[in-house]
Structures are given as structure tokens and as C-alpha cells.
């Protein structure tokens, strides 16, 4: 059989959710041949609560990935191209599905301790992509400040949903991702409550975080969907040339943090804190690529789950700065 094209036919049917019909005008083929592809990917034995292969375009991304930043590990999720479900959550449903599969896979192999988790719709999607477990002594800790105005990709609910699903012990920061002002930066971490959670993400022996985009040609940036910073902070990150936010630190495409007011608000754990222990970035949704490289650049990511597109982009690239 054509195993890329039937394992690309199967994360569209199991992952992506689209009928055969569906399945046959995306990838040019037949319904009869979408059956058939799907059928074959299941007696070879790959389907299980996850997929366990991805199409040969994205082990060559992998490759490509792991090997120019000397990470662990690297896996690019198949991109489900489907019109009907732009700016949607359904958009992050491949790379949560492979989050799932690396999360999965370390808690039986691993069983870490603590987990640390970040914010972010990939980061979420992950969530539900993983099958009920057992790990009472495990602790779910979030690194990030956990009030934000939608629960989408709220680090509670996504501490909440980990920990329904291991059986795991929550804990989130009862504070904003980015304060007003740093005075109220300030005074909200010192609270001894909050410094007892953030020495207890200290401790993790693993990180899960999201990687947002900062992109001056479109206003689809998260923290400014969600309001996080004003019109002012916004248009100071611009003109900073900012592309990345990762846990509250704002970078330049060479992985630096900018001289930016924005940069002293976030509440949470910083990079520094984390750099030197397994770190997994989830990068899900479009427009992402120079934040990726952004973030890689800082040296703090181990481990990447990252969608088709993103990744082909961040190689284009680095293929651009070579040449």
C-alpha cells in the first residue's frame, strides 16, 4: 500500500474527523480508495488510542527539526486541511493528538513526579488526547499565571482536565497571566500562596508549554484575542519586533527577550527556571513558524510537538537564513 498516504487518510478520519468523502477530495483520491487506506492502517495494527505512525513528509521534517537544534525529540503532526473549521479549537486536534501519544508515552515509560504545565490551545487540545490513567502520587502543576478570560486555554481548566485524567493532584496560580503594572506583579507573587506553588513548579521533572505568536500582520494573536495587553503594550511589541510569547517572556526572532515594559508584567515561572530540565513545546494553529524558531533559539526546549504546517514553515525558514 502508499503507507504515507494511507496513515495521512487515517489521522483525517481518527483525528480529524472527516468523512470518506471528505478524506477522498483532500487527498485526490477515491471514497472506495479512502476505505480501503483506512482499513489497511487498521490491520496493520497502528491504530490504537493514538496513531502510531505519521506520513513520510513529517518524519522528514522530524529529521530535519531534531537534528538542527539537537532536541530529544521532535514529532510533526500530520495538517488536516478542512475549510469549515478555520479559527477553530478543532484546528489544534492533530497536534493534541500527538501531544497525547509523547504525554502517554512518558508517563508508562518515565513516570515522572511533577509536571509543569503552561497555557495555550495546543497545550489544552493535549488534554483530551490522552486515555484515563492511574497516577495519584503524580502532581499537575501550572507554571503560568491561571486567570485568563477564557477557559479555552486556561492553564486551571488545563490543570483541571490533566489531572481528571491521571488521577493526579492540581495546582494552579490564582493569578493573572500578565498583571497591570508591576507593582501588582509585585505584590501578587509574593503572596505566600502563590510562592508555594511556584517553588513546587521548580521542582518538576518535566514542562509542557504553548508558544504564542506575535505576528504584525494579523490582530489573531492570542493575548490580544484575549485581552491580556492593551492597545499601547500591543503596538510597543511591534514595534519591538517581537514574534514570540512564551510563558510570559516576549522574544525577537534570535530567542532574545526585548527591552519592552510588557516583559516585566508576567506572573509565573521564567525560563531561566525551567532551562536545564525536559522541556515539551506544543505549537498547533498557523503562523507560528518565526515564534517557533524564536523559541528553539532560546536554548529551554528539549522536546517538540509541532503541526505539518508550522514545521515546514520554521524549515523554509532556516532554509532562507542559509541561503
Known amino acids: 500500500m502508499d503507507n504515507s498516504l494511507a496513515i495521512r487518510a487515517a489521522w483525517l478520519s481518527y483525528i480529524g474527523g472527516c468523512t470518506q468523502s471528505d478524506i ?12 480501503r487506506l483506512i482499513n489497511q492502517v487498521q490491520k496493520a495494527g497502528l491504530v490504537h488510542v493514538f496513531i502510531d505512525d505519521v506520513p513520510h513528509e513529517c518524519l522528514a521534517l522530524e529529521d530535519e527539526i531534531q537534528s538542527r537544534f539537537g532536541l530529544t525529540s521532535c514529532s510533526v503532526a500530520p495538517y488536516l486541511q478542512n475549510d469549515t473549521v478555520q479559527n477553530s479549537l478543532e484546528l489544534f486536534n492533530s497536534v493534541g493528538a500527538a501531544a497525547g501519544r509523547w ?32 497516577f495519584p502520587a503524580l502532581k499537575i502543576v501550572a507554571v503560568s499565571g491561571s486567570l485568563t478570560r477564557k477557559l479555552s486555554a486556561n492553564p486551571f481548566d488545563i490543570v483541571h482536565n490533566l489531572a481528571e485524567r491521571t488521577q493526579a493532584d492540581g495546582y494552579f496560580l490564582p493569578v493573572p497571566y500578565i498583571a497591570r503594572n508591576p507593582e501588582e506583579r509585585n505584590l501578587l507573587q509574593q503572596q505566600p500562596s502563590v510562592d508555594e506553588i511556584l517553588n513546587l513548579g521548580r521542582k518538576a521533572d518535566t514542562y509542557i508549554i504553548g508558544i504564542g505568536a506575535i505576528d504584525r500582520d494579523s490582530e489573531q494573536a492570542h493575548i490580544r484575542q484575549m485581552k491580556m495587553v492593551d492597545d499601547e503594550e500591543w503596538y510597543e511589541l511591534l514595534r519591538k519586533n517581537v514574534v514570540c510569547d512564551i510563558m510570559g517572556e516576549f522574544l525577537s526572532i534570535d530567542g532574545k527577550a526585548v527591552d519592552s515594559y ?10 531561566a527556571d525551567i532551562k536545564g530540565s525536559r522541556v515539551m513545546a506544543v505549537v498547533g494553529g ?26 515546514a514553515g520554521l524549515v523554509n525558514l532556516l532554509a532562507k537564513q542559509v541561503a
Open 286 to 311: 498557523h503562523q507560528k513558524s518565526a515564534a517557533v524558531l524564536a523559541a528553539l533559539r532560546t536554548g529551554v526546549i528539549t522536546d517538540l510537538v509541532v503541526c505539518e504546517k508550522v514545521a
Open 24 to 35: 477522498a477530495k483532500q487527498l485526490g483520491i477515491s471514497s472506495p480508495k479512502a476505505h
Open 103 to 134: 504525554l502517554y508515552s512518558l508517563l508508562k515509560n518515565e513516570t515522572p513526579s511533577i509536571i509543569g504545565v503552561g497555557k495555550g490551545r495546543s497545550v489544552a487540545a493535549m488534554t483530551g488526547n490522552i486515555p484515563k490513567l492511574d
Open 262 to 271: 510588557v516583559n516585566n508584567l508576567s506572573l509565573g515561572l521564567k525560563l
